[in-house]
């Protein structure tokens, strides 16, 4: 059975940090793309970021470049999104999805299965 698991959202204050991880089980991450997407109440679906199985090129949403570093491990099946300097504008409920292609976009249309999402809160 194929399963995403992420872990890692909660309340931070602005300013602060957060690693996100996703834990995958049932098939063989090597072989996946990845990407983190979010959903805030009343906003878009947002790709925030993906990595390539091939080469491991990443790309960020401008709104979190220079912030978040998406990074993936494929022995440990586990992909990472560390969020740096977060803003209010970043609370959402971020999901990790993943795909059979060799190369990826920030678009939800590439991907295969997604996780359960994990709840990122910025606040003071």
């Known amino acids: 059975q194929v399963q995403l698991v992420e872990s890692g959202g909660d309340l931070v204050q602005p300013g602060g940090s957060l690693r996100l991880s996703c834990a995958a089980s049932?098939?063989?991450?090597?072989?996946?793309?990845w990407a983190w997407f979010r959903q805030a109440p009343g906003k878009e679906h947002e790709g925030v970021s993906c990595?390539?199985?091939?080469?491991?090129?990443?790309d960020y949403a401008d709104s979190v470049k220079g912030r978040f570093t998406i990074s993936r491990d494929n022995a440990m099946n586990t992909v990472w999104l560390q969020m740096n300097n977060l803003k209010p504008d970043d609370t959402a409920v971020y999901y990790c999805?993943?795909?059979?292609?060799?190369?990826?976009?920030?678009?939800?249309?590439?991907?295969?299965?997604w996780g359960q999402g994990t709840q990122v809160t910025v606040s003071a």
């Open positions: 999805a993943a795909s059979p292609s060799f190369y990826v976009g920030r678009g939800p249309r590439d991907y295969t299965y």
């Open positions: 049932g098939f063989t991450a090597d072989y996946y793309g």
């Open positions: 990595i390539n199985t091939s080469d491991g090129v990443t």
